[in-house]
């Protein structure tokens, strides 16, 4: 079984704080994400990386910054933590074969900023 | 700019009833459709998918209807059971370039017993 593994599922931040969400993949994929859950928005893309060391905003960046250093690990960053930026935080890893994609979802982190 | 609209944001069927959910995309790059189900305190997984070379795609209970021209497809899930209350998402992507998913905004859907 596939496995992303975020290493919190709730978390309580200072507005201001730096924070940092973790991810773990075991399958190799060289795809990761990172989307942002909120009611009525759906999932919105913050950051991919499509190798290491290699990063591409997406559609909601502002805010944020990512890291990825090794093939299994991508991590977002939230430089200065500000109450709009409470969400769920959900990471993903995906392959892409014969015209098929799959991501894989972590069970996302509960981010509250207070 | 939301890239796909899906609808509608909630639905309620009883046990059997066959709930719809569309969705309307703009990109016309977008060659690869997918719909996630995600159950509530779990991240969405991979339900069923489809590519624009076809215009219907079955798997088990669960059937894409896809109209290229009109840019829409739509999730139909026959025989709905309980068991299928979770929330759905449609998604897009292209087939080269950035494979990043573009998300629609969910629909909860409650099937009552």
């Known amino acids: 079984d596939v496995k992303v593994t975020q290493s919190s599922r709730y978390l309580v931040k200072r507005t201001g704080e730096k924070v940092f969400l973790e991810c773990v993949q075991d399958?190799?994929?060289?795809?990761m994400f990172w989307y942002r859950q909120d009611p009525g928005l759906g999932l919105r893309l913050i950051y991919f990386s499509y190798d290491v060391k290699m990063k591409e905003k997406g559609d909601i960046p502002e805010g944020y910054s990512v890291s990825r250093e090794k093939k299994e690990r991508f991590s977002l960053i939230l430089e200065s933590a500000s109450t709009n930026q409470t969400s769920m935080y959900l990471c993903?890893?995906?392959?892409?074969?014969?015209?098929?994609?799959?991501?894989?979802f972590g069970q996302g982190t509960r981010l509250t900023v207070v | 700019q939301q890239q796909v609209k899906q609808s509608p944001q909630s639905l309620i069927v009883q046990k059997g009833g066959i709930p719809i959910i569309n969705c309307a995309y703009e990109?016309?790059?977008?060659?690869?459709f997918p719909w996630y189900q995600q159950f509530p305190g779990k991240g969405p997984a991979l339900l069923i998918a489809?590519?624009?070379?076809?215009s219907e795609k079955k798997e088990g209970r669960f059937t894409i209807s896809f109209n290229k021209s009109a840019k829409q497809f739509s999730l139909h899930i026959m025989d709905s059971q309980p068991g299928d209350s979770a929330t759905y998402f449609c998604?897009?992507?292209?087939?080269?370039?950035?494979?990043?998913?573009?998300f629609g905004s969910g629909t909860r859907l409650q099937v009552q017993p």
């Open positions: 993903a890893s995906s392959y892409h074969r014969g015209g098929h994609t799959e991501a894989f």
């Open positions: 399958m190799d994929h060289e795809n």
């Open positions: 489809i590519r624009p070379d076809v």
């Open positions: 998604a897009a992507s292209k087939d080269t370039g950035r494979r990043a998913l573009t």
């Open positions: 990109n016309t790059a977008f060659d690869y």
